[in-house]
């Protein structure tokens, strides 16, 4: 079953009824609908990254960005998927905190 809670108090009360009445609970996964990052949200699960995210992140990884010292740039990475730097940050950012 899938629910839809519209905050994490709902989510709290729905789960603490359940357990009031011996109905069984279990938590899969937890994911939000919007891509706004705020405090204290749970992070997505790791499947949830897209596509081009993935992509994003493993050409990264591949080129050597998170070695020290650094095998590449981000203009680097940027060349190579030929997209513009700000789609490059925001996939990067969006993958990292997925």
């Given amino acids: ?3 839809l809670c519209p905050t994490k108090n709902a989510f709290s009360r729905y789960r603490n009824g359940c357990h009031d ?3 069984p609970f279990q938590l899969h996964s937890l994911y939000y609908e919007d891509d706004d990052a705020t405090e204290g949200r749970a992070r997505p699960q790791p499947d ?3 596509e ?3 992509e994003t992140l493993l050409i990264t990884f ?3 960005y998170f070695d ?3 095998g590449a740039t981000l203009e680097e990475i940027v060349d190579r998927l030929d997209v513009s730097t700000q789609a490059v940050s ?3 950012r969006r993958g ?3």
Avoid: C, E, H, N
């Fill in 1 to 3: 079953m899938k629910a």
């Fill in 21 to 23: 009445r011996d109905i």
């Fill in 48 to 50: 949830s990254l897209t």
């Fill in 52 to 54: 081009t995210q993935r």
């Fill in 62 to 64: 591949d080129a050597g």
């Fill in 68 to 70: 020290v010292p650094r």
């Fill in 90 to 92: 925001t996939r990067f």
């Fill in 96 to 98: 990292q905190r997925t």
